[in-house]
């Protein structure tokens, strides 16, 4: 699993000019899943998304403190173009996981991230729709994380 991560002041998810999700203060999760991936993959990605230091200390020391010891929210979006390797000038996509498969993987991703967090601090975007994703990115801070490859 590939997960860009951006600190964001608000962040909102739009489908044919209807709003889907929208958060404040918190983070925009653009979320890969590999044809590989495994619950492993979900956990590792879970664990570091909620643990990530990426705010401030009350001191002004940075790099101190933690989405889930802030409180705030979260905005995950699946994003299959993450697994992409060009062909030519041409982006190819076969390392990504299969729409269907992806569609459950995801789905367990979503809730796995709810059940360890406040499922009310945890929104979505609308899986396998043509999105329009707003990011107000608060630094910019962008963090890329990668789940370990399984051997």
């Keep these: 699993m590939r997960a860009i991560v951006q600190r964001v002041t608000h ?3 739009t489908v044919n000019e209807e709003l889907i999700s929208k958060i404040g203060k918190g983070i925009c999760v653009l979320v890969g899943i590999s044809r590989d991936d495994t ?3 979900i956990e590792y ?3 570091k998304l909620l643990n990530l230091r990426i705010w401030d200390g009350e001191n002004g020391k940075r790099w101190q403190h933690s989405v889930s010891q802030k409180k705030y929210e979260i905005l995950c979006v699946s994003q ?3 697994y992409n390797v060009l ?4 982006p190819d996509f076969h390392h990504a996981m299969s729409s269907t498969e992806s569609k459950a993987f995801f789905d367990k991703f979503i809730a796995s991230l709810k059940s360890a967090y406040q499922p009310d ?4 975007g609308s899986f396998g729709n043509y ?4 990011i107000q990115n608060d630094g910019p801070v962008t963090i890329q994380l990668e789940s370990p490859i399984a051997k």
């Design 121 to 124: 601090l945890v929104k979505e």
């Design 131 to 134: 999105m329009q994703v707003q």
């Design 39 to 41: 619950d492993k993959d």
């Design 87 to 90: 062909k030519g000038n041409s």
């Design 45 to 47: 990605i879970v664990r």
């Design 11 to 13: 962040a909102s998810v």
């Design 80 to 82: 299959f173009t993450l």
